[in-house]
């Protein structure tokens, strides 16, 4: 996530980071509770709290962000929780330069899609397919534009848009997340891969 990491970078080093320490999402807990664990990866992962969750729960997990303080946090966090998952710095428009491998499970973004904008949101799709295994199941929770200051947000139909070639979208719930601002409307989705 090129265009917005130089403010996710100053918010991490002035310790304001609303989104770290969030509640699991439900989407997430039910998927995992329903699929045998395997590889997963998370994109946008920033301190890790989705990773650990995962590899607590048997999944062999990569986590890439674009931020290196937050990379930091998040080895530090899976070494006190005792689990394996590997952090890596890498571009969420350009996973293939991150080096992650491909042939995933299960990918989970929780707060990334919803920070990009223009060309952007088209590259992310590319690069989360492109990773993707045939019968992947993708998790994503995002804000709409206007429900976050400084979140550009992205619409149900532009993330339905995004993911309309090779998905099925199987889920679109609205969730309200409760952060130490308030209330957040947001809304998670769950796609399936169709090749």
């Keep these: 996530m090129r265009s917005r990491q130089p403010i996710f970078g100053l918010m991490y080093r002035l310790g304001f980071a609303p989104w770290d320490g969030h509640p699991l999402d439900e989407g997430l807990a039910k998927v995992v509770g329903e699929l045998p664990a395997g590889r997963a990866l998370e994109v946008g992962c920033g301190t890790g709290?989705?990773?650990i969750y995962l590899a607590k729960h048997g999944w062999t997990?990569?986590?890439v962000d674009y931020v290196d303080s937050a990379l930091v946090k998040a080895r530090?966090?899976?070494s006190v929780a005792k689990v394996e998952a590997?952090?890596?710095r890498g571009d969420v428009t350009k996973l293939h330069s991150a080096d992650v491998g491909d042939n995933f499970d299960?990918?989970?973004d929780y707060g990334c899609l919803h920070s990009l904008k223009g060309s952007d949101l088209e590259a992310y799709a590319?690069?989360?397919?492109?990773v993707a295994a045939p019968t992947a199941q993708?998790?994503?929770?995002a804000f709409a534009p206007g429900a976050l200051l400084g979140v550009p947000g992205v619409s149900s139909d532009e993330v339905g848009r995004l993911f309309a070639d090779g998905w099925q979208q199987l889920s679109s719930v609205e969730e309200i997340t409760t952060g130490r601002r308030g209330q957040t409307p947001g809304r998670s989705y769950l796609f399936e891969r169709r090749v």
């Design 86 to 88: 590997t952090f890596v």
């Design 61 to 63: 997990v990569i986590g």
């Design 49 to 51: 709290d989705n990773c």
């Design 126 to 130: 590319r690069a989360v397919t492109t």
């Design 138 to 141: 993708l998790t994503i929770m």
């Design 106 to 108: 299960l990918i989970v």
């Design 76 to 78: 530090a966090k899976a």
